[in-house]
Nanobody
Protein backbone atom coordinates (compact mmCIF):
# COMPACT_ATOMS: atom_id res chain seq x y z
CA UNK A 1 0.00 0.00 0.00
CA UNK A 2 1.32 3.41 -0.95
CA UNK A 3 -0.15 6.64 0.39
CA UNK A 4 0.18 10.18 -0.88
CA UNK A 5 -1.05 13.06 1.26
CA UNK A 6 -1.80 16.52 -0.09
CA UNK A 7 -3.83 19.65 0.58
CA UNK A 8 -1.89 21.27 3.37
CA UNK A 9 -1.15 24.96 3.49
CA UNK A 10 -1.34 28.19 5.43
CA UNK A 11 -4.72 29.34 6.73
CA UNK A 12 -5.94 31.87 9.26
CA UNK A 13 -7.56 30.78 12.50
CA UNK A 14 -11.21 29.97 11.93
CA UNK A 15 -10.57 28.93 8.36
CA UNK A 16 -10.86 25.56 6.64
CA UNK A 17 -8.70 23.14 4.71
CA UNK A 18 -9.33 19.77 3.13
CA UNK A 19 -6.58 17.19 3.12
CA UNK A 20 -6.53 14.30 0.68
CA UNK A 21 -4.80 10.94 0.90
CA UNK A 22 -4.61 8.89 -2.27
CA UNK A 23 -3.97 5.20 -1.76
CA UNK A 24 -2.70 2.58 -4.16
CA UNK A 25 -2.57 -1.15 -3.68
CA UNK A 26 -4.82 -3.27 -1.47
CA UNK A 27 -7.73 -1.48 0.21
CA UNK A 28 -6.96 -1.18 3.89
CA UNK A 29 -9.32 -1.99 6.73
CA UNK A 30 -8.65 1.37 8.33
CA UNK A 31 -7.14 4.65 7.19
CA UNK A 32 -6.26 7.37 9.65
CA UNK A 33 -4.85 10.82 9.90
CA UNK A 34 -2.17 11.44 12.49
CA UNK A 35 -0.45 14.74 13.14
CA UNK A 36 2.79 15.91 14.66
CA UNK A 37 3.23 19.43 15.95
CA UNK A 38 6.69 20.97 16.36
CA UNK A 39 8.43 19.55 19.41
CA UNK A 40 5.62 17.10 20.15
CA UNK A 41 4.96 13.44 19.60
CA UNK A 42 2.79 12.30 16.74
CA UNK A 43 -0.85 11.93 17.77
CA UNK A 44 -3.99 10.36 16.37
CA UNK A 45 -6.56 12.70 14.80
CA UNK A 46 -9.19 10.68 12.92
CA UNK A 47 -9.78 7.30 11.30
CA UNK A 48 -12.29 5.64 9.02
CA UNK A 49 -13.02 2.03 8.18
CA UNK A 50 -13.03 0.53 4.70
CA UNK A 51 -16.78 0.79 4.28
CA UNK A 52 -17.02 4.12 6.11
CA UNK A 53 -19.23 2.51 8.76
CA UNK A 54 -16.82 3.23 11.58
CA UNK A 55 -15.13 6.55 12.31
CA UNK A 56 -13.04 7.72 15.23
CA UNK A 57 -11.94 11.20 16.26
CA UNK A 58 -9.65 12.51 18.93
CA UNK A 59 -11.22 14.81 21.48
CA UNK A 60 -9.20 17.71 20.14
CA UNK A 61 -10.70 17.54 16.63
CA UNK A 62 -14.15 16.05 17.19
CA UNK A 63 -16.87 18.40 15.98
CA UNK A 64 -14.47 20.38 13.78
CA UNK A 65 -12.89 17.74 11.53
CA UNK A 66 -14.67 15.22 9.34
CA UNK A 67 -13.03 12.17 7.81
CA UNK A 68 -14.51 10.54 4.72
CA UNK A 69 -13.46 8.30 1.87
CA UNK A 70 -14.29 7.66 -1.75
CA UNK A 71 -13.26 4.10 -2.50
CA UNK A 72 -13.92 4.55 -6.22
CA UNK A 73 -11.17 7.18 -6.20
CA UNK A 74 -9.07 5.43 -3.56
CA UNK A 75 -8.99 8.70 -1.68
CA UNK A 76 -9.52 9.57 1.96
CA UNK A 77 -10.34 13.12 2.97
CA UNK A 78 -10.00 15.15 6.13
CA UNK A 79 -12.19 18.23 6.12
CA UNK A 80 -10.87 20.60 8.76
CA UNK A 81 -13.08 23.49 9.86
CA UNK A 82 -12.74 26.12 12.58
CA UNK A 83 -9.00 25.67 12.53
CA UNK A 84 -6.97 26.82 15.51
CA UNK A 85 -3.27 27.67 15.80
CA UNK A 86 -2.84 24.52 17.87
CA UNK A 87 -3.86 22.49 14.82
CA UNK A 88 -0.55 23.47 13.22
CA UNK A 89 1.29 20.24 12.47
CA UNK A 90 2.48 17.88 9.79
CA UNK A 91 -0.45 15.66 8.95
CA UNK A 92 0.18 12.06 7.95
CA UNK A 93 -2.22 9.53 6.50
CA UNK A 94 -1.68 5.93 7.43
CA UNK A 95 -3.28 2.57 6.72
CA UNK A 96 -3.86 -0.46 8.89
CA UNK A 97 -5.02 -4.03 8.28
CA UNK A 98 -7.42 -3.94 11.20
CA UNK A 99 -9.85 -1.52 12.81
CA UNK A 100 -7.70 0.40 15.24
CA UNK A 101 -6.58 3.84 16.36
CA UNK A 102 -3.24 2.72 17.78
CA UNK A 103 -0.31 4.21 15.91
CA UNK A 104 1.75 1.03 16.23
CA UNK A 105 -0.90 -0.91 14.29
CA UNK A 106 -0.52 1.27 11.21
CA UNK A 107 1.85 -0.39 8.78
CA UNK A 108 1.78 2.06 5.88
CA UNK A 109 2.44 5.79 6.01
CA UNK A 110 2.32 8.69 3.62
CA UNK A 111 4.92 11.41 3.49
CA UNK A 112 2.99 14.09 5.41
CA UNK A 113 1.61 17.48 4.49
CA UNK A 114 2.17 20.68 6.47
CA UNK A 115 -0.79 22.57 7.91
CA UNK A 116 -0.07 25.97 9.43
CA UNK A 117 -2.79 27.98 11.17
CA UNK A 118 -1.97 31.61 11.89
CA UNK A 119 -3.56 33.53 14.73
Amino acid sequence: VQLQASGGGLVQAGGSLRLSCTASGRTSAMVAWFRQAPGKEREFAAAISRLSDVTYYSDSVRGRFTISRDNAKNTIYLQMNSLKPEDTAVYYCAAARRVTTRERDYDYWGQGTQVTVSS
